[in-house]
């Protein structure tokens, strides 16, 4: 007896295929809070260089981004193709070193659609041993990210894998908005926001004290 076969229509079978496929998710920079976060920056703690990054950085940041299994394998030529040669400004792009080791780098590129101009954030990285430094860490992303800001862009998007979350952490308590365009992003988000609600709680409530005390 032959098999009975229901085609499935196109919408409904992208609806079941975005319970299933894990994407990474997407998240807003909003325009002011990256031109106040330029604004609040502090000065580079001793050892730390932030530099943009050219050419002969091909290599090194392909090793730094190699590290982490979670971004696959990197070459020179694929960092140049990728990220250097479809940056939206020469200042889209940086690397940052201590003592003249790179830990971290940011490039901005362009994806905008017909209606509007919209940039996106991409491999935000540093490495684990200076993730937790907060005048490091806000100095790489506003720099970068910042340069879509005065170029005029209408939005500055960004993403990540869902279990970065000491990523998704710096970004949400420095007013990033959650996109939640997807059934299953809405899922996502909603996993990810539970993981990290006694963090920001607690980054809250420190922000407050310290807001009262000055």
């Not at 696959?72 to 690397?95: F, N, Q």
């Not at 997807?182 to 963090?199: C, D, G, K, N, V």
């Amino acid at each position: 007896m032959p098999s009975l076969r229901i085609p499935l229509p196109k919408n409904l079978a992208r609806l079941i295929a975005s319970f299933i496929y894990q994407p990474r998710v997407t998240y807003e920079f909003p325009i002011a809070m990256l031109e106040n976060g330029r604004k609040s920056l502090h000065v580079l703690p001793d050892g730390y260089e932030y530099r943009l990054a050219t050419e002969a950085d091909c290599a090194a940041i392909a090793t730094l981004l190699t590290a982490d299994t979670g971004f696959g394998t990197w070459t020179a030529e694929r960092v140049k193709s990728e990220l250097l040669d479809r940056l939206i400004d020469p200042r889209a792009g940086a690397i940052m070193l201590y003592k003249g080791t790179p830990v971290g780098c940011g490039f901005v590129t362009d994806a905008s659609t017909r209606r509007k101009r919209v940039a996106h954030g991409m491999y935000l990285y540093f490495t684990p041993a200076h993730r937790g430094k907060k005048p490091v860490t806000h100095y790489g992303v506003y720099q970068t990210m910042a340069v879509a800001a005065d170029l005029n862009y209408d939005r500055v998007i960004g993403e990540s894998d869902p279990w970065r979350f000491s990523v998704l952490l710096l970004h949400l308590s420095n007013g990033c908005v959650p996109l939640k365009n997807s059934l299953y992003s809405h899922i996502q988000w909603f996993m990810i926001e539970r993981r990290l609600r006694p963090a920001l709680t607690a980054l809250a409530k420190r922000q407050a004290r310290k807001a009262a005390a000055n």
